[in-house]
């Protein structure tokens, strides 16, 4: 990471994405995948040929939905960050395709600190869950149609498109997104 300045005088941060990891994902959430680190349920059915792992906690007390949603390749800046505080938000990929997910820890704070952002490359083998509160921004594509099932309360997800959205941000009982850019002075960059 470093923080350089342009002609524009916007600041310049730049992450370098790791590898998501069950260990690198732990301030944020939850890796979705095959978790060798957790021990399967002691459920006898099938004669062993079924293992049940509870590799995360999804939490949501309202309406919850699971959309589809196609992302396509865009710059690999960040320019907003938002939270939900009644629900955990899960990321599920389909087709196996690459993608980069920004986060920052939880905090009480009214933005992250940059330097708590963090970017992690998920190969399309695993989805992610993340811990209520996580600052986080959609996640990017590395290819082209990528397709991912969200998780999330139907409440966040109305949030972004109703009339709550001013001056680019949008605020909702469970839905706080920043401007990142307008609140910081900064772009925030991902080298993959």
């Known amino acids: 990471m470093n923080t ?26 939850y890796v979705l995948g095959y978790n060798p680190g957790v021990d399967a349920m002691p459920i006898d059915f099938y004669d062993g040929t079924v293992k049940v792992r509870r590799v995360a ?3 949501s007390d309202e309406q919850t939905e699971m959309p589809v949603v ?4 865009r710059p690999l800046e960040l320019r907003y960050v938002e939270r939900h505080f009644k629900h955990t938000q899960a990321f599920i990929p389909l087709g196996g395709k690459p993608f980069v997910a920004v986060m920052a820890p939880p905090s009480d704070s009214e933005m992250p600190r940059i330097e708590d952002l963090k970017a992690f490359v998920f190969d399309g083998q695993a989805g992610f869950v993340m811990k209520l509160g996580t600052w986080h921004e959609f996640p990017y594509a590395l290819v082209n149609d990528t397709n ?7 409440e966040a ?10 001056q680019n941000e949008a605020a909702g009982p469970d839905l706080d997104k920043k401007d990142l850019l307008a609140r910081a002075n900064t772009i925030v960059r991902v080298q993959v």
Do not use: C, M, W, Y
Request: cysteine-free.
């Open 4 to 29: 350089s300045q342009t002609q524009s005088q916007h600041k310049i941060h730049t992450l370098i994405a790791q590898q998501a990891t069950p260990e690198a994902l732990a301030p944020f959430g």
């Open 148 to 154: 991912l099932i969200v998780i999330l309360r139907r």
């Open 57 to 59: 906690e999804f939490i």
């Open 70 to 73: 196609t992302i396509q390749r």
């Open 157 to 166: 997800t109305d949030g972004l498109v109703r009339d709550n959205v001013i």
